[in-house]
């Protein structure tokens, strides 16, 4: 799945070297045997943060966003909601952090849910609000998640 607007569509290559890098590596065949923390794929170009956690309910959330990099969020197993909204317009919940490339933002009364479960991926671009690791139904699930940053 990928999502954007028409205006963005074309600042986009969802096909180059570094997407390509981070699909391959997505490709593997022991996701569920690595680490947990940072991958390198490719120096800070590309690289994996595999996570392990139980997903919230959504309002127990906010928006999140980077600057510098793309996320290829793959789910490994399990199955989480991830809400996706524009990001200009939105205001800040807290300062944007340079160095974390991470900022949180408030959520609008609409945005888009997206069902993720074990072998899907979304990516999300710069200019993409998102909030992963969310409930999907009543009750929360464990989810192995690799989110591969490629950078802008």
Same mark, same amino acid.
């Given at each position: 799945?990928?999502? %954007?607007?028409?205006?963005? #569509?074309?600042?986009? @290559?969802?096909?180059?070297?570094?997407?390509?890098?981070?699909?391959? !590596? /997505?490709?593997?065949?022991?996701?569920?045997?690595?680490?947990?923390?940072?991958?390198?794929?490719?120096? @800070?170009?590309? !690289?994996?943060?595999?996570?392990?956690?139980? %997903?919230?309910?959504? &309002? $127990?959330?906010?928006?999140?966003?980077?600057?510098?990099?793309?996320?290829?969020? !793959?789910?490994?197993?399990?199955? $989480?909601?991830?809400?996706?909204?524009?990001?200009? +317009? /939105?205001?800040?919940?807290?300062? !944007? @952090?340079? +160095?974390?490339?991470?900022?949180?933002? &408030?959520?609008?009364?609409?945005?888009?849910?997206?069902?993720?479960?074990? +072998? @899907?991926?979304?990516?999300? &671009?710069? $200019?993409?609000?998102?909030?992963?690791?969310? %409930?999907?139904?009543?009750?929360?699930?464990?989810?192995?998640?690799?989110?591969?940053?490629?950078? #802008?």
């Amino acid at each position: 799945m990928l999502v %954007t607007t028409i205006d963005h #569509a074309s600042a986009h @290559d969802y096909l180059n070297e570094r997407f390509a890098k981070a699909y391959a !590596f /997505l490709r593997q065949d022991n996701l569920s045997e690595l680490p947990l923390g940072r991958n390198d794929i490719d120096g @800070d170009d590309v !690289f994996a943060n595999v996570q392990e956690y139980g %997903t919230v309910p959504a &309002a $127990e959330k906010q928006l999140e966003a980077h600057r510098r990099y793309y996320d290829v969020q !793959f789910v490994v197993s399990g199955e $989480e909601l991830l809400q996706y909204a524009q990001l200009e +317009g /939105l205001d800040e919940a807290q300062p !944007f @952090d340079e +160095g974390n490339d991470f900022g949180l933002y &408030a959520t609008p009364e609409r945005t888009t849910d997206v069902v993720l479960r074990a +072998g @899907d991926m979304a990516v999300l &671009a710069p $200019e993409d609000a998102h909030k992963p690791g969310c %409930t999907l139904g009543a009750e929360p699930c464990h989810v192995r998640k690799i989110v591969v940053k490629v950078r #802008a």
